[in-house]
């Protein structure tokens, strides 16, 4: 069985537009590409595809990947920003814990930066897990690369996504408060933290595959073959408008059925995870 190489690796991320002094954002499958050469351990895969961003994007460059913690909040499970692990990916737990990376704090959302511009992008405190303060915003901002490893267009891994669509403004999403602790530095971080989510009911799926076909088919984003599986890229440069223009036309065009809403019923869960109803006076 062929095993991906280092050197195969790096070429793969360069047809996909990644070079030196990039920021890139990373959120992978690894399982679908297969064997990599010369380790079979988690650790030893992790760091061969870490090495491999690091090596591409340079000294100047940044590698960064969502960190999110999916206990927080059940049954007030706290957040401790040194310590929860990220439940995201493999790869995204493993860079967390590497010497001089850098962590967001938002509970929920939170971002994870090794290099250069990692404090620039992950420093500091952001209350709204998609607000303007927050790493999607500043990977915004700085043209971030946004990569999903292993995840072709008809599959998921764009969590910046759900940044676009609070920048728009969906009518199937709202903001939800989160009043479990947060810890840093031994000490508790005042709140509240927020964030923008999906209610959960009314058919309301998320799928991100018309999203990066489309940015395929209008030369926006670049595909390739990574070992059995193929990776998909795009900049958040052309990411954002391109995705406003989507939703101009379909707004629910991140969904895999439309809505079906009811008068007077937005069911949603708490900030606790029990769920609740809001009712509201129809007559």
């Not at 679908?32 to 895969?45: A, C």
């Not at 493999?90 to 939170?110: C, D, K, N």
């Not at 764009?158 to 031994?186: A, N």
């Not at 030369?219 to 795009?234: E, F, P, V």
């Amino acid at each position: 069985m062929n095993r991906l190489t280092l050197n195969e690796l790096k070429a793969a991320l360069q047809n996909l537009g990644i070079v030196r002094g990039d920021i890139v954002h990373v959120q992978s499958d690894l399982r679908r590409i297969g064997l990599v050469d010369s380790t079979l351990t988690n650790d030893g895969i992790c760091d061969f595809y870490l090495n491999g961003l690091l090596d591409v994007v340079g000294p100047d460059g940044t590698v960064t990947a969502c960190t999110a913690f999916e206990d927080y909040g059940h049954y007030g499970t706290p957040f401790v920003r040194e310590e929860s692990p990220s439940r995201t990916d493999t790869l995204s737990e493993y860079l967390r814990t590497r010497p001089g990376a850098v962590r967001s704090m938002h509970p929920i959302v939170s971002v994870t930066g090794l290099g250069a511009r990692a404090e620039e992008i992950c420093g500091g405190c952001h209350y709204e897990g998609f607000g303007y303060q927050s790493p999607w915003s500043r990977l915004h901002r700085a043209n971030a690369k946004i990569l999903t490893l292993g995840l072709s267009a008809d599959l998921g891994g764009t969590t910046f996504f759900h940044y676009v669509e609070r920048l728009y403004g969906m009518p199937y999403v709202y903001t939800k408060i989160f009043d479990s602790p947060v810890f840093s530095e031994g000490r508790e971080v005042q709140g509240p933290f927020t964030m923008s989510v999906r209610y959960l009911d009314f058919d309301i799926e998320n799928t991100p595959v018309r999203v990066k076909n489309s940015m395929l088919q209008e030369n926006l984003a670049q595909q390739t073959h990574t070992g059995r599986a193929r990776s998909w890229c795009a900049a958040t440069k052309d990411i954002v408008p391109h995705m406003m223009k989507l939703f101009d036309q379909d707004r629910w065009v991140m969904l895999k059925n439309p809505p079906s809403f009811r008068p007077g019923e937005l069911p949603m869960d708490g900030s606790t995870g029990e769920r609740a109803f809001l009712q509201r006076d129809t007559e």
